[in-house]
């Protein structure tokens, strides 16, 4: 354990610490996946539409994105443990909120909050483990994470499923979110008696103006496209769209002013101008939209068109989480050159494993034993281009950057997940509503997701030909340091 600074408190038990520090990103990934599960009961229910139900998934998401970076910069301006907790705060009472949410129009705006707490607490457990843990401790800490959102990853899809054929006390889908409650009381009650307080780790006020910038660029993306189909898609959506360029131009602007000036941006732009870490990026954004996709279209071609119980509909996709923290293992153990080749081969496998399930689907042939087996080969493939891809960011780009980049993917993934969700979550409505057999509708979102992973593939490539730092020690000395470890500011 590292000391803390003098007059602090006695440092309080390593593993208790841990673990008040794990369940965040825990919740944080479950509450990303768990509502998937629950929208057919919730249309059922509430009455939702369709687009209601995509803003009831991707509310949640681009809450999360828009708030992400700002959340972090928050952490080093007022101190990692005090943001921790109010997020977790947050967070828990937008889960209250969900739970007993009378309409879908206060489900959503509940949602929405919910995000909003994630995106706050969330980036504080990488600092609360570099502040709390030292050496091999760091490294063990570190991979303890990536497990924690694997697993939060499972929850969401499997015991969402669970706890909705339950239905506790009547509770039906609502159960989802009523039971973060008593998780997030017990986590801000142990994070006050357990986390170290830390002092501020930056002077400089916030960019406010960057975050509403990048604020407004993300919400003009994505709310056309997630309300443009049930509305018609009338002149505002188009507008918000066309918007969007300019707005993202202005912020990134306004953050190389910033910089010029000797201020603190809110985000490093300049850096991801680099080939390697744009194409790396916009691979890892591609790739999350198609999982994300697949999360939501699932949901409704085994619910509705199969008749799958929630449950049974949630278990179906845990071995593609399964194999996806495989991967991970897997890639740590390539020689260099392969991690490098790595994001594009695993590219190809995830689109493979679509392009089968659109083939199985489209004809009908796709038994539940047939459909598990092709989502495990499709989260190798995804496990294979993500922990490869972490692996290239983190020895392409200055470490200075690490904080910048961690943020971005981050960012970039969930902005990718919630356009996924608008984009295909709509192609597969429409097909579901002119064609009379779901599995055609499914088998077509099937061959959609196997191009946009080719295309992801072609991104991949091109990111594995970086012109490498000479002050990257991983690759100077021929050593495999696991990427994780120095995005969190390991060394």
């Known amino acids: 354990m590292t000391h803390l600074p003098h007059g602090a408190r006695r440092a309080p038990p390593v593993l208790p610490v841990l673990a008040v520090l794990l369940i965040v990103p825990f919740m944080a990934q479950a509450d990303a996946t768990i509502a998937n599960v629950a929208t057919p009961s919730i249309r059922d229910d509430l009455g939702a539409s369709g687009s209601v139900l995509e803003l009831v998934v991707g509310g949640y998401l681009i809450a999360f994105a828009a708030v992400l970076i700002t959340g972090a910069r928050l952490g080093q301006t007022y101190g990692y443990r005090r943001i921790l907790l109010l997020g977790v705060g947050l967070f828990t009472l937008a889960s209250l909120l969900c739970g007993v949410a009378p309409t879908a129009f206060t489900l959503v705006l509940a949602r929405i909050l919910q995000g909003v707490g994630a995106a706050l607490m969330f980036p504080q457990t990488l600092t609360g483990i570099q502040l709390a ?46 039971v973060n409650v008593p998780i997030g009381l017990l986590v801000v009650w142990a994070g006050l008696r357990l986390l170290p307080a830390d002092a501020p780790r930056t002077t400089r006020r916030l960019d406010v103006i960057g975050v509403a910038a990048l604020s407004a660029a993300l919400l003009l993306v994505v709310v056309p496209l997630v309300v443009g189909r049930d509305v018609g898609w009338p002149v505002w959506t188009w507008a918000c769209l066309a918007a969007a360029g300019p707005v993202s131009a202005g912020f990134v602007h306004l953050q190389r002013r910033i910089a010029a000036r000797g201020g603190e941006p809110l985000l490093a732009v300049d850096v991801l101008r680099r080939p390697a870490i744009s194409w790396a990026l916009l691979t890892l954004m591609i790739v999350n939209g ?3 996709a697949l999360l939501f279209t699932v949901a409704q071609y085994l619910q509705q068109g199969l008749r799958f119980s929630a449950s049974a509909s949630g278990l179906t996709l845990v071995p593609w989480v399964a194999a996806f923290g495989l991967a991970g293992q897997i890639v740590r153990r390539l020689p260099l050159g392969a991690v490098r080749r790595a994001p594009a081969a695993g590219c190809v496998v995830l689109g493979v494993a679509y392009c089968v399930i659109a083939a199985v689907t489209f004809t009908g042939h796709a038994g539940e034993p ?51 969700i608008a984009v295909f979550g709509t192609l597969y409505l429409a097909l579901a509503d002119v064609m009379t057999d779901p599995s055609r509708a499914f088998g077509v979102i099937g061959a959609a997701l196997a191009l946009a992973c080719f295309i992801a593939g072609l991104a991949a490539h091109r990111a594995s030909r970086p012109v490498l730092p000479a002050t990257d020690a991983r690759y100077a000395s021929g050593r495999h340091v696991p990427a994780h470890h120095e995005l969190a500011g390991g060394r």
Not at 154 to 160: F, H, P, R
Not at 398 to 413: E, F, H, N, Q, W
Request: hydrophobic content about 50%.
């Open 133 to 178: 843990f030292g050496g091999r401790e760091r490294v063990r800490a570190i991979g303890l994470y990536a497990i924690a959102l694997s697993a939060g990853a499972i929850v969401g899809q499997s015991a969402g499923g669970l706890l909705i054929s339950a239905d506790l006390a009547g509770t039906q889908w609502r159960a989802v979110f009523l």
């Open 290 to 292: 198609t999982y994300y």
């Open 370 to 420: 047939l459909l598990m087996a092709l989502f495990g080969l499709g989260g190798l493939g995804q496990g294979l281009q993500f922990s490869a891809l972490i692996e290239h960011l983190a020895a392409t780009a200055p470490g200075r950057y690490a904080a910048d980049i961690s943020g971005v993917s981050a960012t970039l993934m969930t902005v990718g997940g919630t356009v996924g």
